[in-house]
C-alpha cells in the first residue's frame, strides 16, 4: 500500500511541516513583526500607497485581460495566396473561394474537413457569388457556371448574349435568375438573367462613373463603383463613394438610379440583409452606411476606415478598421474596439458570416480566424465583467477609508 499523501507529501512529512511553521518562533517572529508594521502610525501611509499600487497594477492587468474577445480561434488554412472573395454554405462548412494567383485569379473549394483543393473549371475566373445553396462563377468571355454548396465540381452554362460574350466583372444569383456587371472594352454594364437568357444591358449615363460589385437584395440590386473624375491622387485612382440601385426583371434593360456619390475611399462590400430596418449595409473605407427599403441612405456613426466588415446572425457589426478589430450594434454613437488573443493575426480581410460565426482570413490566406458571436455573453465574459465591478469596488473602499482617515486626522469626525 502507498503512503497517504498531502500536497504531494507523505501525510507524516506534511504533519511535521505544519506543525514546524505554527511553533517555530522564528516564523511567529516574522509574523507578528509584519503586523506590527502594518499597525505602526508612521508606515501606515506608506502601507496604504504601496497597497493602492498594487491595486492599480492588479487592476490594468485585468482590465487588459478583459478586453481580450473570448471565444476566437485561430487555425492555419493550407493556402499560399489572397483570398479576394468567399460564399459560405448555410453551416459554415464548406466554401467557394476566388483566389489571387500572380496575375490571375483561381477557384477553390473547401470541404467539411477544412481541407481546400483547386476546382477545375477550364477557365479564367473572375467574380464568384450566389446565395447558401447554390453558388455561382463568372469569367472571361462570358464564361459562367453553377454549382450546388458542397459540391467538387463546377457547371458550365452557356449564357444566351446579344452579342459577343464580355468578361464578367461581378455576378449574384442563383441558376435561375441573377444579375451582371460586364465589360465590353471600356464600357461596362449591367445585365439580368433568367435561365439561360441575358438582358438588354445598361450603361451608367456619367461615363466617369466605373461600376465595380453588384449584389442582388430586396426588389433588385445595389451596385457600388468609383467615380474617376473625383479620384485623390494621394488614395490611388479609385478614391471615391458610388452607391446605384438597379431596378428591373422580364428581360427588360435595368434601371439604374444613384443613390449616394461622394468624396473617399471607395465601397468595397455590400451586405444583403433580412428581417431588419435596413435591406443592405454598404462597407468602404471611409464609413459604413445603412440602405432602407426606400432606397434612402443613412450613414452609421462610428464607423471610420473600414477595410473589410461582417454581420452577425444578431445585427451586430464586425469590422477591420484604422483603429483595429472592433464591433457594434446598429444605431450605438461608438464601435467597442477588441483585442483578439495572442496569436491572432492584425492583417484581417475577406470578413464573412459562416455558419453564424464570423471568418477572417490574414491577407496572405493562410491564416483563418474564428470569431463566435455567443462568447460574448459566455460565462467567461460574465467574469470579465464581474471583475470589472470588483475593481470598482474595490477603488470606492480605497477612496471611502482613505477619505475617512483623513477626516478622522484632522478632527473633522
Not at 471565444?71 to 460564399?87: A, F, H, K
Amino acid at each position: 500500500m502507498h503512503p497517504a499523501t498531502y500536497g504531494g507529501l507523505p501525510l507524516g512529512l506534511a504533519d511535521r511541516l505544519f506543525n514546524f511553521l505554527g511553533h517555530s518562533r522564528v516564523v511567529a517572529n516574522i509574523i507578528e513583526r509584519l503586523f506590527t508594521f502594518v499597525d505602526s502610525p508612521r508606515e501606515r501611509p506608506w502601507v496604504a500607497m504601496g497597497a493602492l499600487g498594487i491595486f492599480i497594477l492588479f487592476g490594468a492587468a485585468w482590465v487588459n485581460q478583459a478586453q481580450v474577445l473570448p471565444g476566437v480561434s485561430v487555425s492555419e488554412t493550407g493556402l499560399s495566396d489572397p483570398i479576394v472573395d468567399i460564399v459560405w454554405d448555410e453551416d459554415g462548412d464548406q466554401a467557394l473561394a476566388l483566389v489571387q494567383d500572380g496575375p490571375n485569379m483561381k477557384l477553390m473549394v473547401r470541404a467539411n474537413d477544412g481541407v481546400w483543393s483547386a476546382l477545375d473549371c477550364d477557365c479564367n475566373p473572375t467574380a464568384i457569388g450566389g446565395t447558401e445553396s447554390q453558388w455561382v462563377a463568372g469569367g472571361e468571355d462570358g464564361w459562367f457556371g453553377v454549382m450546388w454548396a458542397g459540391s467538387t465540381s463546377i457547371t458550365p452554362r452557356s449564357l444566351i448574349w446579344a452579342e459577343s460574350p464580355p468578361d464578367i466583372i461581378s455576378l449574384d444569383g442563383d441558376m435561375i435568375q441573377g444579375w451582371l456587371i460586364v465589360e465590353n472594352g471600356p464600357t461596362r454594364t449591367v445585365h439580368t438573367w433568367s435561365g439561360l437568357n441575358v438582358s438588354n444591358g445598361t450603361t451608367y449615363p456619367i461615363p466617369s462613373i466605373v461600376m465595380d460589385d453588384i449584389e442582388t437584395v430586396s426588389g433588385g440590386a445595389l451596385i457600388i463603383g468609383h467615380d474617376s473624375t473625383g479620384s485623390n491622387p494621394a488614395l490611388g485612382e479609385k478614391s471615391s463613394e458610388v452607391l446605384i440601385d438597379a431596378a428591373g426583371g422580364s428581360g427588360g434593360s435595368p434601371q439604374l438610379f444613384l443613390l449616394h456619390r461622394g468624396a473617399g475611399s471607395p465601397f468595397h462590400t455590400i451586405i444583403s440583409m433580412d428581417d431588419s430596418s435596413f435591406i443592405a449595409i454598404v462597407g468602404g473605407g471611409d464609413a459604413i452606411y445603412g440602405v432602407t427599403m426606400e432606397r434612402n441612405v443613412h450613414r452609421i456613426a462610428g464607423s471610420i476606415g473600414v477595410s473589410t466588415i461582417a454581420i452577425d446572425d444578431a445585427g451586430m457589426l464586425w469590422f477591420k478598421g484604422e483603429n483595429g478589430l472592433s464591433n457594434m450594434e446598429i444605431g450605438d454613437l461608438e464601435p467597442s474596439a477588441i483585442t483578439c488573443p495572442e496569436g491572432a493575426p492584425l492583417d484581417l480581410t475577406v470578413a464573412a458570416n459562416s455558419g453564424g460565426n464570423i471568418v477572417m482570413f490574414s491577407e496572405d490566406g493562410s491564416t483563418r480566424v474564428t470569431i463566435d458571436p455567443s462568447a460574448q455573453h459566455s460565462l467567461l465574459r460574465s467574469l470579465s465583467l464581474l471583475g470589472d465591478l470588483l475593481l470598482v469596488l474595490t477603488f470606492v473602499g480605497f477612496v471611502g477609508f482613505g477619505g475617512h482617515a483623513l477626516l478622522r486626522k484632522h478632527d473633522v469626525l
